[in-house]
């Protein structure tokens, strides 16, 4: 089974940075494709940014271009998502999910919260 254990949440002002981690125990990690998502209060959960297997193709939502980047280390079966220029809209539980083969497996969530 795979297990996804994220980490690197917390409470941060307007326009700081954090650094999301998300460590896979799957030795084949390398095949999955990893996906970030976040779930706000009273919102559906919706899709952040994804990095793709093999040539590590990274996408993002319109409202993180520019502001957070998404990169993986194969050799530690991690995903990251660095976030800078955080907005308090930016709050949210924030999920990591592999993929492979039409099936999806999900991190416990991590909580990201914008505030003064």
């Known amino acids: 089974q795979v297990r996804l254990v994220e980490s690197g949440g917390g409470l941060v002002q307007p326009g700081g940075s954090l650094r999301l981690s998300c460590a896979a125990s799957?030795?084949?990690?390398?095949?999955?494709?990893m996906r970030w998502y976040r779930q706000a209060p009273g919102k559906e959960r919706e899709l952040v940014a994804s990095?793709?297997?093999?040539?590590?193709?990274?996408t993002y939502a319109e409202f993180v271009k520019g502001r957070f980047t998404v990169s993986r280390d194969n050799d530690k079966n991690t995903v990251y998502l660095q976030m800078n220029s955080l907005k308090p809209e930016d709050t949210a539980v924030y999920y990591c999910?592999?993929?492979?083969?039409?099936?999806?497996?999900w991190g416990q969530g991590t909580q990201v919260t914008v505030s003064s």
């Open positions: 999910c592999a993929v492979r083969s039409n099936r999806y497996y």
């Open positions: 799957e030795f084949t990690f390398s095949s999955y494709a």
């Open positions: 990095i793709s297997s093999g040539l590590k193709i990274t």
